[in-house]
């Protein structure tokens, strides 16, 4: 089945529209983007109306900010892990510790912002455990994998094409990083190690994470040993 993939910038993550058979969005952005997300979905001449699922690879404020909007407007089911989904039902805002020195030092920074940022709560409709969700019903063909590691909900989506989508499992933009690599914020890096060994077994192949722009999973292969 061809799969198109459509990046679209919410704030400062990637999030992802998915067409196969069907449609499916990855990541809700960060908060108040829902005029920006329209004129993304013009430009790609998808009907809001086609996108049937949400699936909110983790709970931190930038991935959940618009899900509640986005969700109004395209009527789509949002699927997220049950350890984090009262995140977004609650309008919940914990924030991972660095495990880099420039991760712990951007980390209280990005504290002292919370308490201007607003997370609109929503119900969350497919809560997810730790095995796998099939995306086929969806008229994708791939599937929802549990990763954790950056959070302890965290999950990526993995296609059959090998393209895997991984939210903060892997980060490519500045001023996060100069290159692609490991995230510099983690509640488990060795958890983060162990999905990722995961997806590579599973043929993860193509890598996008919700900052910056995708690349080989080879890079993350050599950052593994």
């Not at 049937?52 to 109004?72: N, P, Q, R, Y």
């Not at 008229?139 to 895997?164: C, K, Q």
Request: net charge negative; charged share 25%; with cysteine.
């Amino acid at each position: 089945m061809r799969v198109n993939i459509h990046p679209i910038t919410l704030g400062f993550d990637y999030c992802y529209v998915i067409q196969g058979e069907g449609v499916i969005m990855i990541d809700g952005g960060a908060p108040k983007q829902a005029k920006r997300f329209m004129e993304a979905i013009e430009r790609l001449s998808v009907k809001p109306e086609e996108i049937k699922l949400i699936v909110i690879t983790h709970g931190h404020w930038d991935h959940i900010g618009s899900a509640k909007d986005i969700k109004e407007i395209t009527g789509a089911k949002i699927a997220m892990h049950q350890q984090e989904k009262d995140w977004l039902e609650k309008s919940l805002k914990p924030l991972p510790p660095g495990v880099t020195l420039w991760g712990r030092i951007f980390a209280k920074t990005m504290a002292m912002f919370m308490p201007l940022v607003h997370i609109p709560a929503t119900d969350v409709d497919v809560v997810l455990g730790d095995e796998e969700l099939s995306l086929s019903e969806y008229g994708i063909p791939g599937r929802v994998i549990y990763t954790p590691g950056h959070s302890s909900g965290s999950v990526s989506v993995l296609l059959e094409t090998g393209d895997a989508f991984v939210g903060d499992l892997a980060m490519n933009k500045f001023p996060l990083r100069f290159s692609p690599g490991l995230p510099i914020f983690a509640e488990d890096l060795q958890r983060v190690k162990e999905s990722w060994k995961l997806l590579l077994d599973q043929g993860a192949e193509t890598i996008y994470p919700a900052h910056g722009e995708p690349f080989a999973a080879d890079i993350i292969r050599k950052a593994l040993l």
